[in-house]
């Protein structure tokens, strides 16, 4: 095979190369400089006409629970054209949908639906907020929405590229509260519920979570603190061993909580779940994204429910959601979901998170 020669600068030295890396190497930066092309095409393209929000969400001081459970659910962002097409990812649509439908089912037993970021895939697509308005509609007409921002719910392909910090539109238009890198509360019955901006100015927001735990403390029987992008993950393709500034500026404070605290993220579609010095880490990132494989072999977690293979072979973990309730001894957390197909949405695992 025909060879090149160029340089490596890690060693100062040259250094041969075949056809087929150079190749290799030339569509991966070809298929990143599309995306990002395609992502800013579809800030002017995608985007439409004006169209009004089917609702708007307001943050309660105090949710009424009444021995109602919350529901928790993550990234239900549709799978782009460009993810399907060039990382030969699954489109879950009609997956969504039943997932959606289920969680219908239980909606006279929910106080409140916690949604974990990514909202949308696109957040200046008009079609995409369209999409959201019509699995969470019917929702926001009976309880309270209440989401955490994600990646994908801010309006630049890089998030460290959003001048001023803006949000998207159609997330301000739903939820007027929200703003970039500030975190907000409320409370349901007797638990504590605080919600961070995992994107954006996490070591100031890390001030405010001591604060806000230290006053909980006597008030509240426990705390659940809802973020993006969870602290640790075994995920094989969407950065294994979890994010560094949550593990920086978060999971101390949590280590530190004198109170019972559950940290609660999504982003890595799927489902994980992690006890590390006696916090409960829990992802539930099932809510229609595209799943990434796990590791084969002993789960590294304490999930206690089924894993899925996908046709390629691969370990994915089931979409699903979370149902969440103050009980007199603990905090009990129902994992629903399925891994498609066929399959039923039933109950996957249980947590018992005592108080």
Request: hydrophobic fraction near 40%.
């Amino acid at each position: 095979m025909r060879q090149f020669y160029t340089r490596d600068s890690a060693h100062d030295g040259v250094r041969a190369r075949t056809c087929s890396e150079l190749f290799t190497r030339l569509y991966y930066r070809a298929a990143v400089a599309m995306r990002l092309l395609l992502t800013i095409a579809s800030s002017w393209l995608i985007a439409g006409c004006a169209q009004a929000p089917a609702f708007r969400a307001s943050l309660p001081s105090e949710i009424d629970q009444r021995d109602k459970a919350i529901a928790i659910i993550g990234d239900l962002q549709q799978t782009s054209g460009f993810v399907r097409a060039v990382r030969r990812r699954e489109d879950n649509a009609q997956a969504q949908q039943r997932l959606i439908s289920d969680l219908q089912r239980h909606a006279d037993q929910l106080a409140a639906l916690v949604i974990v970021g990514d909202l949308v895939y696109t957040a200046r697509s008009k079609r995409d907020w369209a999409h959201f308005d019509s699995l969470i509609a019917p929702f926001a007409e009976r309880m309270p929405i209440l989401p955490a921002i994600g990646n994908h719910d801010y309006p630049c392909f890089l998030v460290q590229l959003c001048r001023n910090g803006r949000l998207a539109h159609g997330m301000a238009e739903r939820f007027p509260w929200i703003s970039p890198g500030q975190p907000f509360s409320t409370s349901a019955g007797r638990i504590r519920l605080l919600f961070l901006d995992s994107e954006s100015q996490l070591e100031t927001q890390s001030a405010w979570l001591r604060r806000q735990l230290e006053d909980a403390a006597g008030q509240f029987r426990a705390a659940l603190v809802f973020y993006h992008r969870p602290a640790f993950s075994n995920s094989i393709d969407r950065g294994a061993d979890g994010n560094e500034a949550v593990q920086r500026y978060v999971v101390p404070i949590l280590n530190e909580s004198p109170l019972p605290t559950i940290a609660i993220s999504g982003h890595i579609h799927g489902f994980e779940h992690f006890i590390r010095d006696g916090v409960h880490h829990i992802t539930t990132a099932g809510g229609g994204g595209p799943r990434g494989p796990m590791p084969t072999g002993p789960r590294a977690d304490a999930y206690r429910g089924p894993d899925c293979i996908s046709e390629a072979g691969e370990v994915l973990r089931p979409f699903n959601y979370l149902l969440l309730r103050e009980t007199a001894q603990a905090v009990h957390i129902e994992v629903r979901g399925f891994c498609g197909g066929d399959s039923d949405v039933r109950l996957l695992d249980a947590i018992e998170v005592e108080l």
